[in-house]
């Protein structure tokens, strides 16, 4: 974006600054006002309050309303329990944070205590509040630092941390604030919606987010997008015993010559049959005998292995369907699609639901065993989940136009408690590396040895190294600091400010942790912080200037940088150099002309917004995902919540019915229709007994949606009669079981079918394309697809499963409390997960073969013959009445 126009939008995003920094102090001021009424509650009575708030907002007052009070509360609680009295200024902040925006406080103002305040404030609506920290070290520091107060008003406060037990994590949500990192909550709330019941939960929502450090929370680290991955479920080995399996039975090409209703696979023999033009298989009961004996399973339809019957699937489709260099080619090893309406190679392209793997199995060549992907989501869009969202930082303005565009958050600059007393020096720039280098070991040890401890910033750990090893030559004690040990390194920071300290820390080492100045520090200058070399973001550099000069200390801070360091060499290393070059001078001798200062600062700006332009593309395709992510997670809960998913069920099967019809009948003339393959078909996916015969004679054929009336009547007469024999309670926990297993195996597909279309579009560039707008109507289609996909194979699982009655009506008794699934998710098993977490009748599932038929009801004896034409037929042949002597 070019600086001009970059600058027009900062002066958009200042108007009105000046009128809400003058309305949030007189909101501090009448907040001030109410100390000494609180000054004069007893302890109780300040702990009375907190109900008192509570019941307020019960009765219809707003947060906004009861602010002033809360405030004061927080002010006196902490006063009352450390002395400490929060600053107007600091006042201000937390007013910034609860109306959902950032406060750009400096360095040493206490933004730790200023986050207690609306964080009180906003967890008295009974809503769990998070505050987001940089680390596990500074969650569970600010935690403890802030329980005191919280727990003298009767809020509750946890934190949680990484590898942290499930039933403490639960608890931790549990409270009414809970502290924790970035990566936990983000992760948390991937976990939560791949849990297989509500118990497995952790998080009570998204409504109040003060994320600390929010610009190296939100921009630094949102590049990367958090992603749960785990072991494929299915091992090669599983792939190769099927493909082996399959290669002794025998199949038979669907004819389509059976009238009756009986089962062509039974009459002719084959273990399968195979339909080429719908590319569809179906096993006969022969078959899933010697698959079981060849594997050494007891059931193939044993809910530990439900799995296993789309393998068997899959693996039939390689052996009949799909042929070596006509459907695709070996090549490299690897087998690769062919486009059936160009003959072109698909490179990138991969079957989904297992069939590529069986085909590789099929031909022997190496199975992808790649981690898969279970659960995604990016910084950002974790984030704008939050109903409202507020951060708090030393350096935010630089990144204003990111924060206001991405998170529409804008930034307040809050006024420092003391006016600032740190002197911020020229840059100095040297020729050569090596001359730098000189300079800045002779600047700490002359600083060293006057007792002005020095801190030295480095943007890279090599750096540090290569500084610790010239100081240890030299004789100097000093301290390095690397983001690893975050308690060892927020005591080694403390330290700093002690006479004559020499600290070496990376960008990244400690924050959240102020330099307090040691005895006698004042008057040798305060603490003086050396840079060695810019960073490629002003706000860094800033952000290590920042720890100098808290509270109205003195301090001094300067950079020291070569023509020949990487932004600088980049940028304007050769107009540099040339000007020394030009005026001869000599490598030891620094510049200091702030027009090169200015020449710097304007490569930072340009480098700051190529990282804004790959950030916020990242962003841009993580969008595509997240509208499908929020569909596949809404219906998720509400499988979860118990919801009664009944009448959506009942539409899915008329639309699997009528896309069925809509296969077999897509010709233009109806004496061409395949009213055979549509009776097979639809035998195999809910067992329906009309036959050809009885269509003919009472359906007008020639019509499609008498078909689908037909077909649907009968299917979901068939459904009704299933859920009268299972009961309503049963069925509706089978059809959560199953809905919630099909979901998240074929999410689990998709999102891997996603990153294969998002690792090639973006080289459809080369033919003009734009790429972002490929991978929308792709990933468009995409979704589509694994909707029906999802539908199909819902409907078929319920008309075909199995109970277990006695088992079934055990499981549903009441239980105790139910254990929690395992919070590793990325190994979740069906059953087993569900059995875990109390989800009812899960081991009570078994699914049919598609191919055979429901069981055969007990007869109905009717004397009167007085009976529907859907009910059972009296002479018990296990026909409806209308499809047996009703006909």
């Known amino acids: 974006m070019p600086t001009t126009s970059f600058g027009r939008f900062e002066k958009v995003l200042r108007i009105g600054e000046g009128r809400r920094l003058k309305r949030l102090g007189e909101q501090a001021a009448y907040i001030t006002s109410l100390e000494p009424d609180f000054e004069g509650l007893s302890d109780a009575e300040l702990l009375a309050k907190t109900a008192e708030f509570k019941q307020r907002i019960e009765n219809g007052e707003s947060l906004d309303e009861i602010l002033y009070e809360a405030f004061a509360a927080v002010r006196e609680a902490r006063k009352r329990e450390s002395g400490q009295r929060l600053f107007d200024v600091q006042l201000m902040g937390g007013i910034v944070l609860h109306e959902g925006d950032i406060a750009e406080m400096k360095t040493g103002e206490g933004k730790t205590f200023v986050a207690s305040a609306p964080l009180y404030l906003n967890a008295l609506a009974g809503d769990n509040v998070h505050l987001v920290t940089v680390n596990d070290y500074l969650a569970k520091r600010d935690a403890e630092w802030n329980r005191p107060v919280y727990d003298r008003l009767g809020v509750t406060v946890a934190w949680i941390e990484n590898m942290m037990p499930f039933a403490r994590r639960r608890e931790a949500y549990a409270a009414d604030i809970t502290y924790g990192t970035n990566s936990e909550f983000g992760f948390d709330y991937l976990r939560d919606n791949m849990a297989v019941a509500l118990e497995g939960t952790v998080q009570r929502g998204h409504v109040f987010a003060i994320v600390d450090e929010v610009d190296s929370i939100l921009i630094d680290e949102a590049r990367t997008p958090l992603i749960i991955s785990g072991e494929p479920e299915t091992a090669a080995k599983t792939y190769y015993d099927f493909a082996r399996v399959v290669k002794e039975l025998e199949g038979a090409p669907l004819t389509r010559k059976v009238m009756k209703g009986e089962d062509e696979t039974e009459l002719s023999g084959a273990d399968f049959l195979y339909d080429e033009k719908f590319k569809t298989v179906s096993p006969a009961q022969s078959s899933l005998d010697k698959v079981e004996r060849a594997l050494g399973i007891d059931n193939l339809y044993d809910p530990r292995n439900v799995q296993l019957v789309n393998h068997l699937t899959q693996a039939l489709k390689a052996q009949s369907l799909y042929k070596r260099d006509v459907d695709y080619v070996v090549q490299d090893g690897e087998v690769k699609i062919v486009d059936e309406y160009t003959g072109r190679i698909m490179e990138g392209r991969r079957w989904s639901e297992g069939l590529h ?91 060293h040895e006057a007792g002005q401890p020095v801190l030295v910033g480095t943007i890279a750990v090599e750096t540090s190294e290569y500084l610790s090893e010239l100081l240890t030559r030299r004789g100097i004690p000093h301290n390095v600091l690397n983001a690893k040990e975050h308690e060892r390194e927020g005591q080694i920071i403390m330290d700093a400010g002690q006479p004559g300290a020499v600290t070496i820390a990376t960008n990244m080492a400690g924050r959240g942790v102020d330099i307090k100045l040691g005895e006698g520090v004042v008057e040798a200058g305060g603490l003086y912080v050396l840079g060695t070399e810019r960073h490629e973001s002003r706000r860094i550099d800033n952000q290590l200037r920042g720890r100098s000069g808290r509270q109205g200390d003195p301090g001094e801070t300067r950079f020291y940088l070569s023509a020949q360091d990487d932004l600088v060499r980049l940028f304007a290393g050769d107009r540099i150099h040339g000007i020394m070059e030009r005026f ?16 710097i600062e304007n490569a930072q700006k340009k480098v700051e917004e190529q990282n804004f332009v790959s950030r916020k593309n990242v962003l841009k395709y993580d969008d595509v995902m997240n509208t499908q992510r929020v569909v596949i997670y809404e219906q998720r809960r509400r499988v979860l919540e118990g919801d009664d998913l009944s009448d959506e069920i009942r539409t899915w099967i008329e639309e699997v019915i009528a896309a069925n019809v809509a296969q077999f009948t897509d010709a233009e003339a109806a004496e061409e229709w395949d009213l055979t393959g549509l009776v097979a078909q639809m035998r195999s996916l809910y067992g329906t007994d009309i036959t050809v015969e009885e ?80 991978y929308r109507g792709e990933g468009h289609v995409m979704f589509e697809e694994l909707g029906r996909v999802i539908r199909e194979e819902v409907v078929l699982t319920l008309f075909h499963v199995e109970v277990q009655r006695e088992e079934a009506e055990r499981q549903l008794q009441p239980v105790a409390a139910p254990q929690p699934t395992a919070y590793e998710h990325e190994s979740v098993h069906g059953a087993d997960a569900i059995a875990a977490a109390g989800g009812g009748a899960a081991t009570a599932l078994a699914p049919a073969p598609a191919t055979t038929a429901t069981g055969a009801p007990k007869p109905v004896v009717n004397e009167h013959r007085d009976i529907g034409r859907n009910d059972p037929c009296w002479c018990g042949s296990g026909k409806k009445f209308k499809r047996c002597h009703g006909a």
């Open 584 to 599: 001869k001078i000599p490598d030891d001798q620094p510049m200091e002309a702030s027009i090169l200062s200015r020449q």
């Open 695 to 774: 269509l003919r004679e009472e359906v007008a054929v020639d019509s499609r949606d008498a078909l689908v009336d037909e077909f649907v009547e009968d299917a979901l007469d068939t459904y009704a009669e299933r859920e009268e024999s299972f009961g309503s309670d049963l069925m509706r926990e089978i059809e959560r079981y199953v809905i919630l297993q099909i979901v998240d195996t074929r999410w689990r597909e998709h999102l891997e079918s996603m990153d294969y279309l998002r690792e090639g579009v973006h080289l459809r560039a080369m033919a003009q394309k734009d790429p972002l707008v490929e």
């Open 357 to 447: 793997q069986a085909i590789e199995a099929k031909e022997g060549v190496a199975i992808r065993e790649e981690n898969v992907t279970l659960a995604t989501i990016t910084l950002q869009n974790y984030f704008r989940l939050y109903e409202k969202l507020a951060g708090m930082t030393g350096t935010a303005k630089t990144e204003e136009k990111e924060f206001v565009e991405i998170y529409n958050l804008h930034v307040v600059e809050i006024p420092t408690n003391v006016a600032v007393a740190r002197a911020d020096e020229n840059d100095y720039i040297f020729k050569t590396k090596d001359a730098k280098w000189n300079a800045v070991l002779e600047d700490i040890v002359e600083r």
